[in-house]
C-alpha cells in the first residue's frame, strides 16, 4: 500500500477501509480479508458505536497475522456529544480503551459542532503533544469553518481532513484550502455508494471500458490521482481486491477532468442535525 506524508512527517496509507456498523464477526471477516489483501489503514468514530469492536478485531487480527501496530493506521473521530461535555483529554483516554492501543494515528473531529469546536480543536492539540493522537483533524467543516478556526490562533496546522467527496461533489474550494495548507485529505464516500447515477454513467462505463476496469476502480483510482485518500465501505471480501486493484493502471489527465466534470455538488449524506446550517 502507497503511503502519503503528512505535514508533521507521518505516513498515512493512501487508502482506508471503514469499519462502521459492522458487528464482531462480520468485522472479524472484513477486516482480516482486507489486512491479507494490503490494506492496513481503518476508519471508525466514537459515533459508530463499536469503536470497542474495531479495537478487540484490530488487535486479534494484528496477532493472527503477525503485523506490528507501527504497520496499521488507526483513524477515529470525537463525536458532538463528547465535544458538548468538554472533557476532551478524557475523550482520547476512553477511545485509546476501546481501540486497545496506545495512541491513534489520527484523531477528527467529527463535526464543527457550534460553539465547541474551536475549543475542542484547542484541547486536540494538548492531546497531540502527548503522543496519543499522531495527528490531528477533523471532518465535515466547510471554508468558514476553517476560516474561524485559524482566525482562532490555533498552534497546530490540522495534518488531515475528511469530509465527502467523489465525481458528483469535487469540493474543489476545500480541496484548493487544503493544499495551500500542507493538509491531506480524506475522501469519504468515495463512490458516492454507486448510486445509480454512478453505477450506470455511461462516461464512467466508458472510461471503464478502455482500461478493462470497473467503474469503482476507476473512481478509486482517480482519487488516487488527485491525492485524496479513499476511505470506502465494503462488508464483501471480493470487493476489498476490486478496490485495492488499481495500481496497475493510470488515467490520463483528460480522464481525469472528465470524472471532475460530473461534479454538480451533490451530497449523499445529510447534514449532521446537531450543526445547523452546516
Ligand atoms: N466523517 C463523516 O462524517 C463520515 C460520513 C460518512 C461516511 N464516513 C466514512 O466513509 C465510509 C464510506 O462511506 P459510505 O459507506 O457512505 O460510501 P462508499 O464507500 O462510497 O459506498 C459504500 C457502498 O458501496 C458498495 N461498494 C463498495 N465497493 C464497491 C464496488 N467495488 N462495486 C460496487 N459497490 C461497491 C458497498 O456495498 P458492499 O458492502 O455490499 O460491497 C457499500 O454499499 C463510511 O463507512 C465511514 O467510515 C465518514
Known amino acids: ?16 477501509m471503514s469499519t462502521n456498523y459492522m ?18 489503514a481503518f476508519d471508525t468514530a466514537r459515533d459508530y458505536g463499536n469503536e470497542d469492536v474495531v479495537g478487540r478485531v ?3 487480527c494484528m496477532r493472527e497475522l503477525h503485523i506490528p501496530r507501527e504497520e496499521i493506521f488507526i483513524t477515529t473521530k470525537i463525536g458532538n456529544s463528547q465535544q458538548a461535555l468538554g ?29 465547541h469546536y474551536v475549543d475542542t480543536y484547542k484541547k486536540m492539540e494538548k492531546v497531540y503533544r502527548t503522543g496519543k493522537a499522531r495527528a490531528i483533524g477533523m471532518a465535515n467543516y466547510r471554508l468558514r469553518h476553517f476560516e474561524r478556526l485559524f482566525g482562532a490562533g490555533i498552534e497546530v496546522t490540522p495534518h488531515c481532513v475528511q469530509y465527502e467527496c467523489h465525481p458528483m461533489r469535487t469540493a474543489d474550494e476545500i480541496l484548493s484550502f487544503c493544499r495551500s495548507k500542507d493538509i491531506a485529505v480524506q475522501a469519504y464516500s468515495p463512490i458516492c455508494r454507486m448510486i445509480p447515477e454512478i453505477r ?14 470497473t467503474v469503482a476502480q476507476v473512481i478509486l ?30 488515467l ?27
Open 87 to 115: 472533557n476532551i483529554e478524557q475523550q482520547i483516554e476512553i477511545s485509546l480503551k476501546n481501540l486497545r492501543t496506545e495512541y491513534v494515528d489520527l484523531w477528527l473531529m467529527h463535526w464543527p459542532y457550534p460553539d
Open 23 to 40: 458487528d464482531y464477526p462480520l468485522m472479524k471477516k472484513v477486516v482480516t480479508a482486507g489486512l491479507k489483501c494490503g490494506f492496513r
Open 58 to 60: 484490530i488487535s486479534e
Open 221 to 250: 483510482r482517480w482519487h488516487i490521482q488527485r491525492g485524496t485518500v479513499p476511505v470506502f465501505k465494503s462488508v464483501k471480501p471480493e470487493r476489498l481486491e476490486e478496490n485495492i486493484d488499481i495500481f496497475d493502471f493510470e
Open 252 to 278: 490520463t489527465d483528460d480522464d481525469v477532468r472528465a470524472v471532475s466534470s460530473l461534479d454538480q455538488d451533490y451530497k449523499y449524506h445529510l447534514e449532521s442535525a446537531s450543526c445547523p446550517g452546516y
Open 1 to 16: 500500500m502507497d503511503t502519503l506524508t503528512l505535514s508533521n512527517g507521518k505516513k498515512m496509507p493512501c487508502m482506508v
Open 200 to 213: 450506470d454513467n455511461s462516461l464512467l462505463k466508458e472510461i471503464a471500458d478502455k482500461y478493462h476496469k
